[in-house]
């Protein structure tokens, strides 16, 4: 199988009058882990809605394996292409089995029974998420970081070749983003899923994705190998904040650690304008 | 990965689901002949078993046997009605995602209720037919209304929306009916009687027409069963595993949308029915709409059977409206339900 190209040509889309994107073009790396970086209302939720066909471009258009995504029968499209939402709905009382069971719903005709194969996928996104042992439990009993990998479940169980994720860490505590992560890796490299998340933690997203698009007001401000967008300058632009990269003893990536205002060494303080360390005035 | 099934895995826990489910729907049917047989033998005047079956191979001759012979139609009535008014709520529950939506909320109701009362008032509709096509034409108009408005401005028609304008609709649309009824003292009684909704004066002649909307309300709205499964997730979650999310929720909705007005032309508007069923049917069998919708409808059956026999059997010698009886006994079970479980914010 050949990695699927994904690209988005001079999208422009929003929700009204102004639009949140802004003749914005980028293609993903096939076979790839990619990450979206940038401010909050920037976008980058805007662009996967863009790229999985729930919010129709105004201009421009997002192709999948040079096809225009708009001509796509639907099902075709759930098949190859799946989207994990920042904020999924659980309805009331549905146990986590059933739930991870939607993700089958792509793979299955109309009439055509539940398979063999079905089940075979559920069983092991449960497993790969560690939820089997809550398949029976109710979604809604559940804590916020246990719920988080029960969508991930799902999604996984959709079988797509390409996977869109809008922050799939958030809940999560360190150690279950650590392990996700690794399950998206380890999705990437066992299936040759084309892996692209939306992550706020800029460190984690150098260390995991290959390709990083760092997003300011709806447009691509960088794209490129982590070494190439994790820099002072970028950060400063796309998050107005000042930091400082270093390499990251642990992966050779680079990381970055902002600057504040306080509790800064004087090597790192900003003249005139923070306050001394004794919390004295400029 | 999913050779011999240990005890504990997933897969036995979706087994032993299946298979309460299966009892239930066993318990269920058997309640729904119960019901039946309740419905043909009980009444003001109470029949045995000889009569019944007499009356049922259509014999008229005696008192008992034509008792049951009015009987048996207006039995029909009720478990289409019930059936229909069910189903109708669990979709729309599901179309709408919100626990409290029935056919009631998005106007449905109510619009049939105004059609048929302008039709009476203006038209001197008087005729069964004629209330059917004008109150599915009302049904279907409150519904494309509320839709409409629901979806305009940002985010389309979110459940939110559908509710707030379904319940601004149905107050305008009783508002007006009332309005056009008050200063009409030749038709206030039999839109009167009509509203109160009932199953007494069922025919044949009556059920008839209705048929074909009812199978193709039934057979939409069934067919909708797993799109429901997904809108649940949300539209985004929904769209992303392949549902056509607007075009899933337009089918179901006129499903609904013909049930509701079919049902709301014969007996009158039977409120609670819809509210009710799906509540106590997801505390059997769950949220999985494969499941839920046909006990629903069963469900309704059983519901509304019930409520026509204890019309009959309260108000001895004369009979109370079905539609009085579900409302007194919907509004309780309701509150309970409310207070049971926790119902989601919109
Ligand atoms: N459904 C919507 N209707 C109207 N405006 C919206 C909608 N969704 C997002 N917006 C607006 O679009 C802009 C971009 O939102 P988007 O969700 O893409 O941001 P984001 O980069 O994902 O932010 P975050 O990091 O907070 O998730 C914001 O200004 C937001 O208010
Ligand atoms: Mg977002």
Redesign the pocket.
Known sequence: MTAPTLQALGLRA???ATP??KDLTLALPPGGISA?V????????????CLSRLLRPERGQVVLDGRSVRDMPTRDLARRLGLLP?APIAPDGITVADLVSHGRHPHQGLLSRWTRADDAAVADALAATRTAELAERAVDELSGGQRQRVWIAMALAQETDILLL??PTTFLDIAHQVEVLDLLVDLNRGRGTTVVM?L?DLNLAARYADHLIA?RD?QIRAAGTPAEVLTEEIVQQVFGLSCVVIEDPTSGRPMMLPRGRHRMTQAHRAPGRDPEPDGTPP | MSGALAPGSPQAGLRGVRHARMAWLFVVICALAAACLLSVGIGTRSVGWAEIAGGLRGHTDTLGHSVVAVRVPRTVMAVLAGAALGLAGAVMQGVTRNPLADPGILGVNAGAAMAVVLGMAWFGMARLEAFLWTAILGAGLAACFVYAVGSLG??GATPLKLALAGAATSIAASSLTVAVMLPRNDIAGGVRSWQVGGVGGATYDAILPCLPFLAAGLMLCLASARSLNLLALGDEAAAGLGARVDRARAGAALGAVLLCGATTAICGPIGFVGLVVPHLCRLLVGVDHRWLLPFSALTGAILLLCADVLGRVVARPSEMDVGIVTAFVGAPVFIWIVRQRRVRDL
């Open positions: 929003g929700y009204g949140i994107l979206i940038g401010a909050n209302a920037c976008g980058k939720s805007t662009l996967l809605r920042q809008d922050e939306v706020h997003l709806g | 940002r985010g």
